[in-house]
């Protein structure tokens, strides 16, 4: 049975790879590392990495570096802080202020967040096939976005 990773052990070599944009060859990674990982076994975590496509290698034999994925705007590769090594997975979609405030509380545990409810009145009126479960200001709004397949 193999043995299971650690998945704080690919972030941190993950994370200590992304601090070198120019890409880092698995000596180096070995020697900066801030845990003991033997040759073999870190070829093993960077072919895992390679393969959840967390990482690219480039070149071959001695020259072989290692290189994050994440690239922000085009711009290379994301500086990383506390702050930005937890949206490291996020693609970069542009979004209104009111946007990002959404995506914070989303991202709030949901032991944080206010509990909601649901409205019984407004379920006990709604019948299938019967009754409008939306506004017609909503259904005119998807009208406006075409037909829908299906």
Not at 4 to 24: C, F, H, M, N
């Amino acid at each position: 049975m193999p043995k299971i990773v650690p998945s704080e052990e690919l972030d941190r070599i993950e994370k200590l790879i992304a601090q070198y944009p120019e890409g880092i060859g698995a000596k180096d990674i070995a020697e900066q590392l801030d845990f003991e990982i033997k040759g073999r076994t870190l070829q093993r975590r960077l072919a895992t990495l390679i393969a959840e496509q967390r990482i690219v290698s480039e070149g071959d034999g001695r020259a072989l570096k290692y290189k994050i994925t994440r690239a922000s705007q085009g711009r290379g590769v994301l500086p990383i802080d506390d702050e930005n090594w937890q949206n490291l997975d996020e693609v970069y979609i542009p979004v209104s202020p009111e946007g990002e405030e959404i995506k914070s509380f989303i991202r709030q545990p949901r032991t944080q967040r206010a509990p909601v409810s649901y409205r019984p009145d407004f379920l006990g009126q709604y019948y299938p096939n019967n009754t409008p479960l939306f506004t017609s200001r909503f259904t005119r709004t998807i009208a406006c976005l075409g037909p829908v397949a299906g």
